[in-house]
């Protein structure tokens, strides 16, 4: 059962900000994750206004489904008053109380975020790298290794 998603943005769904290139099989990645999972939120270092902005921009260009350049987003600090900080997913959980914290995932490429309590709720992603500028060599399919965990674990769902 997963009562909710929580999605990286960097080097996980684009490369980057200033680089917001979209990784290959993004929209056919997130239409499959709104039509499948109750809740999919955007978890990231990256400020709010910034992520809105960029998924705006991706929706535009119909790089991603409509539902998905709307997606909410949560901010996470880095740094607060001088620790640094874990992606912890009751973070998650506050935007959406119904979910079971147990049942939320995150799908990010850097481990030393993770917080150690939710490593099995985490979903390793290898970082979305571009060769130079030419993104059509590009043969990265992790979004689709991704997309394959998630039925798994929606499949069990039912047996759960
Ligand atoms: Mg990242």
Request: aromatic share 10%.
């Given at each position: 059962?997963?009562?909710?998603?929580?999605?990286?943005?960097?080097?996980?769904?684009?490369?980057?900000?200033?680089?917001?290139?979209?990784?290959?099989?993004?929209?056919?990645?997130?239409?499959?994750?709104?039509?499948?999972?109750?809740?999919?939120?955007?978890?990231?270092?990256?400020?709010?206004?910034?992520?809105?902005?960029?998924?705006?921009?991706?929706g535009?260009?119909?790089?991603?489904?409509?539902?998905?350049?709307?997606?909410?987003?949560?901010?996470?600090?880095?740094v607060?008053?001088?620790?640094?900080?874990?992606?912890?997913?009751?973070?998650?959980?506050?935007?959406?109380?119904?979910?079971?914290?147990?049942?939320?995932?995150?799908?990010?490429?850097?481990?030393?975020?993770?917080?150690?309590?939710?490593?099995?709720?985490w979903?390793?992603?290898?970082p979305?790298?571009?060769?130079?500028?030419?993104?059509?060599?590009?043969?990265?399919?992790?979004?689709?290794?991704?997309?394959?965990?998630?039925?798994?674990?929606?499949?069990k769902?039912?047996?759960?």
């Amino acid at each position: 059962m997963i009562d909710a998603l929580a999605l990286d943005l960097e080097y996980t769904l684009i490369y980057n900000v200033d680089r917001p290139i979209p990784r290959p099989y993004l929209y056919e990645f997130l239409d499959f994750c709104f039509s499948n999972i109750p809740h999919v939120v955007l978890f990231t270092g990256i400020r709010n206004h910034v992520a809105m902005e960029v998924l705006y921009n991706l929706g535009r260009r119909r790089h991603i489904p409509i539902e998905a350049s709307n997606m909410h987003v949560i901010r996470w600090n880095r740094v607060i008053r001088g620790e640094w900080q874990k992606k912890d997913l009751k973070y998650v959980q506050q935007v959406h109380l119904g979910a079971r914290l147990d049942h939320i995932y995150l799908v990010d490429d850097i481990e030393e975020f993770v917080l150690p309590s939710q490593r099995n709720q985490w979903i390793r992603i290898d970082p979305f790298r571009i060769q130079g500028d030419d993104v059509l060599k590009n043969t990265d399919n992790e979004l689709v290794r991704i997309q394959h965990i998630l039925e798994e674990k929606l499949k069990k769902s039912i047996f759960d």
